[in-house]
């Protein structure tokens, strides 16, 4: 047995000439897609928005076919997680097809892509449309369910109902190439039926049709439930006569149940039955039957007792179309349940609070739940200052409609779109700075690189460091934290050590002795992975005699040799304290650690994270002016978060620290 083809999809326009109606969205599509054939237009992505079944999607696929362009698209069905996003539509955005054709990407349903499992698959959209190669098309049915971003960034093509006029002849060429004989009459009472969706006039032309050779109007009317009713329709019915029975067998005929159909009536009977001698009384009338159907509606949600629902459909329907106590002529534009919208609304803010409260969560290590209590109302704070406020938005890479949220603006005001912009120039500088150190691009090593070098090639940490020793150049302090998550206010940085403090009795100066850590001797060539060995990082080799340059050679840096054995507080904290070098001074001496954690973090244990920094003290206690200047320098490169945590944090006994970071690192994992 063959399963009958929809004929919806069966008779599917293939060209952009098939396309019924919306004439001006279908050319309008067009000349946007002929700019990419001679660059790329200012507008990289379209938003094709209106009703179901009016061909919005019959549409892009139409074009693709019309130019000769292939088609990516993810559809409702698709798992449309950020991450999904960005490996597919993103790889097809940014490459350029084999034979420099184009390469359409369609993005079905996007306004559907909101919600806790898709949290971040807007801003991955938005993301691709800013860069992309390719022609995106995004299909919405409510072009609300997008955020601002990604409207600022497309152009809007709005599709309307499909006229029944125009329906006629496509429901008639159906009929043709299925060899059914359709009257005219019987057609027209199909396409009128419709409410402007074409698609559910072929279902309905197939529904009635089907196993005939004929089609009258007799037939349709037989059919009965199989012709939809439409919601306007209804309303119609409902508002402009007191015919009860035919508004009754209207309302059975629709799609809506009676709790959808009670705010459509409850959105539209004041706006029908306003007068304009201020006469409320139609409307009161109105809304007395209104709230007792309500009630049924109740009872029947409380009692599970579908029974009641025509108690309730009878009281909304009748009660309303006989409160009029005289005619409503005129055009009314029946408007949805904007209590829908609001809920939408609701529910779209909800998405975007819990969004900016991870962000938030996740660059102060905390949980989502802890930064919506308590933090995000901080942050909102720290926005009223334009300088931090452009700051929070880089560091947070928040996008404009999160701005504005966290700032508690109902709008983008030019105030916040400036501070947005300058946020985004500088993570395009940040970006082009970490592009242009090759310190980065340099694949992390794994255990046995020994003979690949280049996992630890730090050429421009090296030419950078010779030209801080030359200049002693202080880095941008916004630079410094450019692979850092902590904000430049409130939190110690290692940069801003001061003199005092590091002058203290601690002063690590006479044994790591700053000549020893100039930048000549913490050249990039000696700071070498294979010089990291364990030997000559147990406590007793890291006493400044032993500490020479010599050993801070690569072939001694080794990932490998950064084990909890080699590095446990228990053993080699005692000869740490004794020489007063804290390992927060190694953040100094060996930065490039941030290098054995960059692209392969996962080839170096756990314990390593842990434990090798998870004693650290402040770093002012144990280096001197002249280091700390060294240190700065170095540092220009960023450095992994954990180091500059622990120098924020206060002094902690070593034996405690390792079971506090274990129960924090229980606590965001239970939490996210
Ligand atoms: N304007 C149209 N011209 C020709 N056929 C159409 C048109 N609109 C709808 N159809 C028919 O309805 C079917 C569904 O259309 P399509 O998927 O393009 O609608 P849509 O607007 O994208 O709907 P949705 O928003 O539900 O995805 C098509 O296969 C086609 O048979």
Redesign the pocket.
């Given at each position: 047995m063959t399963l009958a083809i929809e004929?919806?999809?069966?008779?599917?326009?293939q060209t952009l000439k098939?396309?019924?109606?919306?004439r001006k969205a279908v050319q309008d599509l067009r000349t946007w897609a002929e700019k990419w054939l001679s660059g790329i237009p200012e507008r990289r992505a379209v938003i094709?928005h209106?009703?179901?079944?009016?061909?919005?999607?019959?549409?892009?696929?139409a074009l693709a076919r019309d130019l000769d362009w292939e088609v990516i698209e993810l559809n409702a069905s698709d798992q449309r997680t950020a991450g999904v996003i960005e490996k597919i539509a993103g790889s097809a955005a940014s490459m350029n097809t084999l034979f420099g054709g184009k390469r359409l990407i369609i993005l079905?349903?996007a306004d559907n892509i909101h919600g806790t499992a898709d949290r971040g698959g807007m801003r991955a959209i938005a993301g691709i449309i800013k860069s992309t190669l390719q022609p995106i098309v995004l299909?919405?049915?409510d072009v609300y369910g997008l955020t601002p971003t990604i409207r600022n960034l497309c152009m809007e093509i709005k599709?309307g109902s499909?006229q029944s006029r125009?329906m006629v002849p496509?429901l008639k060429k159906v009929c043709e190439s299925e060899e059914i004989s359709c009257s005219m009459d019987a057609v027209q009472q199909i396409a009128e039926g419709a409410g402007g969706?074409?698609?559910s006039a072929?279902n309905d032309l197939q529904a009635t049709a089907t196993g005939r050779k004929t089609l009258e109007v007799e037939d349709i009317s037989t059919s009965g439930r199989d012709v939809k009713e439409n919601i306007f329709k209804a309303m119609q019915r409902i508002f402009k006569s007191t015919d009860c029975k035919k508004a009754l067998e209207v309302a059975r005929g629709l799609d809506e149940s009676p709790e959808d159909l009670v705010h459509w009536i409850d959105e539209n009977l004041p706006v029908q039955y306003a007068s304009k001698d201020g006469n409320l009384e139609d409307i009161k009338t109105g809304f007395g039957y209104l709230s007792r159907a309500d009630l049924y509606l109740g009872r029947v949600k409380k009692r599970q007792n579908y029974r009641m629902w025509r108690y309730a459909s009878m009281l909304m329907v009748c009660g309303t179309a006989v409160s009029k106590t005289r005619p409503y002529p005129g055009f009314i534009k029946y408007q949805p349940p904007s209590l829908w919208k609001k809920m939408g609304q609701i529910r779209s803010k909800r998405d975007l609070r819990d969004n900016i409260a991870s962000k938030v969560g996740e660059h102060n290590f905390e949980s989502m739940r802890y930064s919506r209590n308590n933090l995000l109302d901080l942050y909102s704070h720290m926005l009223k200052n334009e300088e931090s406020a452009v700051e929070i938005t880089a560091d947070l890479k928040l996008e404009l409609e999160e701005l504005i949220y966290l700032s508690g603006s109902a709008k983008a005001s030019k105030k916040l779109q400036k501070i947005y912009d300058r946020a985004q120039e500088l993570l395009l500088e940040g970006k082009e700075e970490a592009d242009g150190t090759e310190f980065f691009r340099a694949p992390a090593p794994s255990g046995n690189s020994k003979e690949d070098p280049s996992g630890f090639s730090v050429k421009t940490s090296k030419e950078k460091a010779e030209k801080h020793s030359e200049g002693l150049e202080v880095p941008d302090s916004r630079t410094s934290q450019g692979g850092q998550k902590t904000l430049n206010f409130g939190f110690v940085v290692l940069s801003e050590i001061s003199p005092e403090t590091t002058n203290s009795e601690n002063d690590a100066s006479d044994t790591f002795k700053p000549d020893n850590l100039k930048s000549e001797n913490l050249k990039s060539e000696n700071l070498k992975s294979e010089n990291l060995t364990s030997d000559n990082l147990k406590s007793e080799n890291l006493k400044s005699e032993n500490l020479t340059s010599e050993d801070l050679k690569s072939e001694n840096l080794k990932p490998d040799n950064f084990t909890s054995d080699t590095l446990m507080p228990e053993q080699d904290q005692a000869g740490i304290d004794e020489i007063g070098l804290k390992s927060d001074s190694l953040t100094f001496s060996l930065p490039e650690h941030d290098n054995l954690k960059a692209k392969n973090s996962s080839s170096l244990p756990e314990t390593f994270e842990k434990e090798a920094f998870s004693d650290s003290e402040p770093t002012e206690n144990s280096i001197s002016p002249e280091l700390s200047r060294v240190g700065k320098s170095i540092n220009s490169e960023p450095i992994i978060k954990k180091v500059s945590d622990k120098a924020e944090k206060p002094e902690v006994k070593a034996s405690e620290t390792p079971k506090k970071v274990e129960s924090k690192t229980q606590k965001t994992l239970f939490d996210f």
């Open positions: 004929w919806a999809e069966k008779y599917r326009p098939e396309i019924v109606g919306n094709l209106g009703p179901a079944g009016v061909g919005k999607t019959s549409t892009a696929h079905d349903e299909i919405a049915n599709f499909v125009s496509a969706d074409l698609r072929i």
